[in-house]
Structure formats: C-alpha cells, structure tokens
C-alpha cells in the first residue's frame, strides 16, 4: 500500500475525476442524464469501453503479426548464439 498524503489522495481524486467526466462528456452525457437515467448510461459506458477495447485489439494484432516473429526470430537466434559459447 502507498503512503499518500491526504493532498496528494485529493490530487489524484480530482485528475481521476477530470479523466472520467472528460470520458463522460464524450459520450454527450450530462450530469442530469446520469442522475435520472443511470441505467442507460451504464450501457452507453460499456459500449464506450467495448468499442475502445475493439479498436485496442486490432492493432496489438496487427503489431503482433511483425513484432512476434521477429522476437522469435531474435530469440531463437541469442538461444543458438549461447548455446555455441558453451
């Protein structure tokens, strides 16, 4: 566990805040609709972070069609190169 100070639990409170309503305005809701709707905008968060999660998905995939063979490639290579030495 972190020893925070109380300043510094407020400081991250208040940036967390500002990220999350930041979030939440990107989706058009105000405080009002999360207020009398609370339902619909769980969803219309779970939405947010499910498009959010596709888009991350396609492009681990597409780095990882070049990056995992060549850290194969490399690895293998530095396995053979020890392996000589000894």
Known sequence: MSNSTPVMTVIKLIVISLVVGYIISVLDITPEDVLNNFGETVHSLYKFGARAVEWAADYVVLGAI???PIWG????LNYLSNKKKS
Do not use: F, N
Request: proline fraction near 0%; aromatic fraction near 0%.
């Open 66 to 68: 070049i990056v995992i």
């Open 73 to 76: 490639i490399a690895t293998l």
